[in-house]
Nanobody, 119 residues
Framework: DVQLVESGGGSVQAGGSLRLSCQAS????????MDWFRQGATKEREWVAR????????AIAGPLTGRFTISKDNAKNTLYLQMNNLKVEDSAMYYC?????????????WGQGTQVTVS
């Protein structure tokens, strides 16, 4: 089984940057499609970004395009989310998720989340 542990969250001023990491306990094979989601205090969980197993295909939620970048390092079993020019509305708990296979399949694993607070 795979366990996901997020890190890199914290408090930052508007306009600042953070890089979130998601470390997998087991190997992230090149077939594993992975995502980032977030959930604000008074909002439903929303999808943020997705990356294909081999990292060749990425997608970012429309409003976040140009500020957020997703990447993964299969050799280090780690998923990343680079967030630049952060805004107050980006404040949320950020979660990583992994699918055992293609991005069209259901999510198999979730992390516990890392808090991002922008002021």
């Amino acid at each position: 089984d795979v366990q996901l542990v997020e890190s890199g969250g914290g408090s930052v001023q508007a306009g600042g940057s953070l890089r979130l990491s998601c470390q997998a306990s087991g190997p992230i094979y090149s077939t594993y499609c992975m995502d980032w989601f977030r959930q604000g205090a008074t909002k439903e969980r929303e999808w943020v970004a997705r990356i294909s197993g081999d990292g060749s295909d990425t997608a970012i939620a429309g409003p976040l395009t140009g500020r957020f970048t997703i990447s993964k390092d299969n050799a280090k079993n780690t998923l990343y989310l680079q967030m630049n020019n952060l805004k107050v509305e980006d404040s949320a708990m950020y979660y990583c998720a992994a699918r055992r296979g293609h991005c069209s399949e259901n999510i198999n694993w979730w992390g516990q989340g890392t808090q991002v607070t922008v002021s």
